[in-house]
């Protein structure tokens, strides 16, 4: 079975920090992968999407980035945060190539910019 | 400006109770999907509909599908505190590739 692995749970970093969110997918090849955030309680907003090893489509323009170095590897990260990087980000994959796509999130990682 | 409108965003209600929120579009999907959050954790997909019209139930939980896929609705019946979090409707647009999700409906059962 498949299963998708997010850490850390939470993090609380300073503004001008750095940050590394790393998601693994388990069970599956060539998975869709996401990046979301999600104010408190609210919607989800795509930040990032990568069909394959080293292709990210950016959705928003923003102070963060992304990247696959691996099948099943997908990597959030920011040189220097912002307040307004606060949030809850989810990771999540789907399989690839299919029109109702299905997505099977990560438990999250609550960020706190201080 | 969301493409898809939850309503309400809020609702709490005493166990035992029946309700129905709604996923409203302009546009037409090709699918439309719910899912449930509670809180700390990510989203879990409870159904996907495909078809205008189509009804599908998972228990106490009936979800359809609009008959020309603009919109739907969760109903829950007889509603126990288990069903207490976010509700989020997500959707693929008729030639698009991704989802968009709602902006979700808080729901509290109340014991």
């Known amino acids: 079975s498949q299963t998708i692995h997010q850490w850390p749970a939470t993090l609380v970093q300073p503004v001008g920090s750095p940050l590394s969110l790393e998601c693994t997918v388990e069970?599956?090849?060539?998975?869709?992968l996401y990046w979301y955030r999600q104010a408190a309680g609210r919607g989800l907003q795509l930040l990032f999407y990568?069909?394959?090893?080293?292709?990210i489509s950016s959705e928003v323009p923003q102070n963060l980035s992304a990247s696959r170095p691996q099948d099943r590897q997908f990597i959030l990260s920011s040189k220097k945060l912002l307040l307004s990087d606060s949030g809850f980000y989810l990771c999540?994959?789907?399989?690839?190539?299919?029109?109702?796509?299905?997505?099977?999130f990560g438990s999250g990682t609550q960020l706190s910019v201080l | 400006t969301q493409l898809l409108e939850q309503s309400p965003q809020f609702l709490s209600i005493q166990e035992g109770e029946n309700l129905t929120v709604y996923c409203n579009s302009s546009?037409?999907?090709?699918?439309l999907q719910w899912y449930r959050q509670e809180p700390g954790e990510g989203p879990v997909l409870l159904v996907t509909?495909?078809?205008?019209?189509e009804v599908k139930k998972l228990k106490r939980l009936t979800f359809q599908f609009g008959d020309a896929r603009k919109d739907s609705s969760l109903h829950i019946t007889a509603a126990q505190p288990g069903d207490t979090g976010l509700y989020l409707c997500?959707?693929?647009?008729?030639?698009?590739?991704?989802?968009?999700f709602g902006q979700g409906t808080r729901l509290t059962i109340n014991p």
């Open positions: 997500a959707g693929v647009r008729t030639g698009a590739q991704k989802l968009v």
């Open positions: 069970g599956t090849s060539n998975p869709n």
């Open positions: 546009s037409v999907f090709s699918s």
């Open positions: 999540a994959w789907s399989l690839g190539g299919q029109r109702n796509e299905k997505l099977f």
């Open positions: 990568s069909v394959g090893i080293g292709q």
């Open positions: 509909v495909v078809t205008g019209g």
